[in-house]
């Protein structure tokens, strides 16, 4: 069954680096998102991405992230400075359509802000 | 008011109990709406969607109830694996049909 990955699956990092989160979505899917999870809290919703553009992100979105899908298969979340409330699980999804269509979510990376 | 609203829990029950989690959201043209598990640490993953009819799934069923806003999953016989927190998600009015609003999560303890 296609999943979606993500790498690393831990990145610790200090304070003010930069740090990219990889994800490969479904090979056949069109539709991609980043979501975060503080530990203990619930799943936010940060970015989706459709046709090598930002269709809609949160405030939490800031001009300190950034999203790319340099090639047919990566997609990818750029913290340019970290900051320590950054440290939260990132997951990925990706869905085949828009809309009301379910997202599959990849295992997570987890980053650590020190 | 939250998007999505569910009882955290912890609910305690025994092999075998039937459990019913409810879940309120407050936009009423919201269009779409999922149970996903999330098991410790790991990623949610889809339960089941829910239709405006109700749907079932094995030991699982689904329900909308448009007119009070709430959504609920009922789980019969319990298993020890259904030990999770479970996530109402729900899509809001076309505009904003990209993202999932999450649900805190309802956590469900099966005992022995």
């Known amino acids: 069954e296609p999943e979606v990955t993500q790498t690393p699956s831990h990145q610790v990092t200090q304070m003010g680096q930069e740090v990219i989160l990889r994800c490969v979505p479904i090979?056949?899917?069109?539709?991609f998102y980043w979501y975060r999870q503080i530990l203990g809290q619930k799943v936010e919703f940060l970015v989706s991405?459709?046709?090598?553009?930002?269709?809609?992100k949160s405030e939490i979105f800031d001009d300190q992230f950034s999203v790319e899908r340099p090639d047919g298969s990566n997609f990818t979340l750029k913290i340019r400075s970290t900051k320590l409330e950054d440290s939260a699980m990132y997951f990925c999804?990706?869905?085949?359509?828009?809309?009301?269509?379910?997202?599959?979510f990849g295992p997570g990376t987890r980053l650590t802000v020190l | 008011r939250k998007e999505v609203e569910q009882d955290p829990g912890p609910f305690n029950v025994p092999e075998g109990a039937t459990v019913a989690f409810n879940c309120t959201y407050s936009?009423?043209?919201?269009?779409?709406f999922f149970w996903y598990r999330q098991d410790c640490r790991k990623e949610p993953k889809l339960l089941m969607s829910?239709?405006?009819s109700g749907n079932e799934d094995g030991r699982f069923t689904a329900q909308l109830n448009r007119a009070s806003q709430y959504i609920s999953l009922l789980i019969r016989d319990s298993k020890l694996s259904d030990s999770a927190t479970y996530l109402c998600?729900?899509?809001?009015?076309?505009?904003?049909?990209?993202?999932?609003?999450f649900g805190s999560g309802t956590k469900l303890n099966v005992k022995p």
């Open positions: 999804a990706s869905s085949n359509r828009r809309g009301t269509d379910t997202q599959y």
């Open positions: 090979s056949n899917h069109l539709y």
């Open positions: 991405f459709y046709n090598n553009e930002i269709s809609e």
């Open positions: 936009n009423s043209a919201s269009q779409s």
């Open positions: 829910v239709y405006s």
């Open positions: 998600v729900v899509i809001p009015p076309k505009g904003n049909f990209n993202k999932f609003y």
